[in-house]
């Protein structure tokens, strides 16, 4: 089973709460949310290395700074006492990304997003026996990632990661 993830925008976490009432998510159909289908690109890991090559310190990713909105309250720090059917367990989550990140996006140059998508696509995570990636695809989520955070710079909204099971 996998994780997938939403990117979308929102004025507050507040705001992005009001995701959970929309069925399938932010990036599903029908959806008003202005929102990116962003499938295996996690915001912990992959997110944050794609973040750290626009920055230019590429050998030094680290994990990306986002602050759980959803479920509500302190993330637990003892998992296996969680009952089975715990919100923190099931599912969905939504997490605001630092606007550092959002800023990292947004300020991309059109003209670096090939290389950029290249240099991504060659990251471990999109590596065998992790994964694959078709890099036309990767350069065209990238496009449409980086459009996104510029809207929410734009309209002086924050970014986030909705995901789920």
Same mark, same amino acid.
């Given at each position: 089973?996998?994780?997938?993830?939403?990117?979308?925008? @929102?004025?507050?976490?507040?705001?992005? /709460?009001?995701?959970?009432? =929309?069925?399938? +998510?932010?990036?599903?159909?029908?959806?008003?949310?202005?929102?990116?289908? #962003? *499938? +295996?690109?996690?915001?912990?890991?992959?997110?944050?290395?794609?973040?750290?090559?626009?920055? +230019?310190?590429? #050998? *030094?990713?680290?994990?990306?700074?986002?602050?759980?909105?959803?479920?509500?309250?302190? !993330?637990?720090?003892?998992?296996?006492?969680?009952?089975?059917?715990?919100?923190?367990?099931?599912?969905?989550?939504? $997490?605001?990304?630092?606007?550092? /990140?959002?800023?990292?996006?947004?300020?991309?140059?059109?003209?670096?997003?090939?290389?950029?998508?290249? *240099?991504?696509?060659?990251? &471990? &995570?999109?590596?065998?026996?992790? +994964? @694959?990636?078709? &890099?036309?695809?990767? =350069?065209?989520?990238? $496009?449409?990632?980086? =459009?996104?955070?510029?809207? @929410?710079?734009?309209?002086?909204?924050?970014?986030? !990661?909705?995901? !789920?099971?």
């Amino acid at each position: 089973m996998g994780v997938s993830h939403d990117y979308f925008r @929102a004025v507050d976490a507040p705001a992005a /709460v009001r995701v959970m009432d =929309q069925p399938g +998510g932010p990036a599903g159909r029908g959806s008003p949310w202005d929102a990116l289908d #962003g *499938r +295996g690109v996690d915001p912990h890991v992959v997110l944050a290395r794609l973040v750290a090559i626009a920055r +230019g310190a590429e #050998g *030094r990713s680290r994990l990306l700074d986002a602050t759980p909105v959803w479920p509500a309250g302190a !993330c637990p720090e003892h998992w296996e006492d969680l009952p089975a059917d715990s919100p923190w367990v099931t599912g969905p989550w939504i $997490e605001e990304l630092d606007p550092a /990140v959002r800023d990292a996006l947004a300020d991309v140059d059109n003209a670096r997003l090939p290389d950029l998508a290249a *240099r991504w696509a060659r990251i &471990e &995570e999109f590596q065998p026996p992790y +994964g @694959a990636v078709d &890099e036309a695809a990767l =350069q065209a989520f990238l $496009e449409r990632l980086v =459009q996104l955070a510029r809207r @929410a710079r734009d309209a002086g909204e924050r970014l986030y !990661c909705w995901s !789920c099971l």
